[in-house]
């Protein structure tokens, strides 16, 4: 049979304080007067009381969240990032010889994003990482570790195991909290309060250049560009390319993108680093850029631009000067391809016509 005490019972008894130990004895009697006493076994002679909170003073600047990348270049402190893997979460922790309560105790992670509410439990429920030993004292933190998804342990009960991606309503462009509840061996909890470096910004998506001129295999006779972005960026550069034509001495041309030009309205205009480029030279123009979350923006190439300052130039037309023809043939060889042109026939004495062509 389960005999239960309730609390008030228990903190009735005389002398009841903390760090008081209590012994329980049962006086068991029969319907015919019969009876005996049962003690508690010396594996657990006593139970302790203990009801004050965790000594948490002194323990630092709070918890410290730092994100791991692949590549690790990637890696941006702050930042989850698409290429972000898992963070590690440092929860610094009270000394145990002022307290030795700790010993035996655990640490619940819980998360939430800052658009909602309530808090999710992090890891594994019941995890062996999350109880309090000896060890983890000397370090004066624990580190625990949180991938993006985590299995599923016990089918059916799929809340016991949150990752970061799985905290709920997990998006771009909202921040991720994480903060520790500190329980000592007796179960008397104490919140850690968010610290500054309990946030990390969720950032997945990498910004897209969407260049409209120029176009491929087109020509121009200035190095204008007309581009947007899909956010800011932290840093771009457009590169210019020689692949053909006159010789181009200082090419590549690298153009450091500044100001105005970092902003998601792009520009439609000649850059303030703008090249100098070679008349008759063929290019490739890539542009390129870097984000502060750190995300991997993919490079937008125009291919075969030409850069072309000069007009074109006629040679070999025929009919010449004063010649006589019969038909309104014309032959002519020009130095380059034309987008558009007209030959023009003007009468300029002989018989009237109704009209010039």
Same mark, same amino acid.
């Given at each position: 049979q389960t005999i239960r005490i309730e609390r008030d019972a228990l903190e009735g008894i005389a002398g009841f304080m903390d760090e008081a130990e209590l012994r329980i004895t049962a006086f068991i009697e029969d319907i015919s007067g019969n009876n005996s006493t049962y003690t508690i076994t010396t594996e657990m002679n006593v139970i302790?009381?203990?009801?004050?909170?965790?000594?948490?003073?002194?323990?630092?600047?709070?918890?410290?969240?730092?994100?791991?990348?692949?590549?690790? =270049?990637?890696?941006?402190?702050?930042?989850?990032?698409?290429?972000?893997?898992?963070?590690?979460?440092?929860?610094?922790?009270?000394?145990?010889?002022?307290?030795?309560?700790?010993?035996?105790?655990?640490?619940?992670?819980?998360?939430?994003?800052n658009t909602n509410t309530l808090w999710d439990t992090l890891g594994i429920l019941g995890a062996e990482e999350f109880y309090l030993q000896a060890p983890e004292f000397i370090k004066d933190s624990l580190f625990l570790f949180l991938d993006a998804n985590l299995g599923t342990v016990n089918i059916g009960v799929e809340d016991d195991t949150i990752g970061v991606e799985e905290i709920t309503g997990f998006s771009d462009d909202r921040v991720m909290e994480i903060k520790a509840v500190l329980y000592d061996r007796a179960g008397n909890p104490i919140n850690y309060d968010l610290g500054p470096h309990a946030m990390l910004a969720i950032d997945q998506t990498a910004p897209v250049i969407t260049v409209t001129s120029p176009t491929d295999n087109s020509a121009g006779n200035t190095a204008a560009v007309t581009y947007s972005l899909s956010e800011n960026i932290a840093s771009g550069i457009?590169?210019?390319?020689? /692949?053909?034509?006159?010789?181009?001495?200082?090419?590549?041309?690298?153009?450091?993108?500044?100001?105005?030009?970092? &902003? /998601?309205?792009?520009?439609?205009?000649?850059?303030?680093?703008?090249?100098? &480029?070679?008349n008759g030279t063929l290019y490739d123009i890539t542009f390129d850029a870097t984000e502060v979350p750190g995300n991997t923006v993919?490079?937008?190439?125009?291919? @075969?631009?030409?850069?072309?300052?000069?007009?074109?130039?006629?040679s070999f037309l025929?009919?010449?000067?004063?010649?006589?023809?019969?038909? @309104?043939?014309?032959?002519?060889?020009?130095? =380059?391809? &034309? =987008?558009?042109g007209q030959v023009k026939w003007t009468q300029i004495s002989g018989v009237p016509e109704d009209s010039s062509v």
């Open positions: 302790n009381v203990d009801t004050t909170l965790p000594d948490t003073a002194g323990i630092g600047s709070g918890i410290v969240i730092d994100p791991t990348a692949d590549p690790p =270049e990637k890696k941006v402190p702050g930042y989850w990032n698409s290429h972000t893997t898992n963070i590690s979460i440092a929860v610094p922790l009270p000394d145990s010889t002022a307290d030795p309560s700790m010993l035996e105790g655990r640490i619940d992670l819980l998360g939430k994003l457009v590169t210019w390319t020689r /692949i053909g034509g006159v010789d181009d001495p200082g090419a590549p041309h690298v153009q450091n993108l500044v100001g105005d030009e970092l &902003l /998601i309205e792009g520009i439609s205009d000649t850059l303030n680093n703008n090249p100098v &480029l070679v993919s490079p937008v190439t125009i291919n @075969s631009f030409t850069f072309d300052t000069q007009p074109p130039i006629f025929k009919p010449h000067t004063l010649d006589f023809i019969n038909d @309104s043939r014309v032959s002519y060889q020009i130095n =380059e391809n &034309l =987008e558009s």
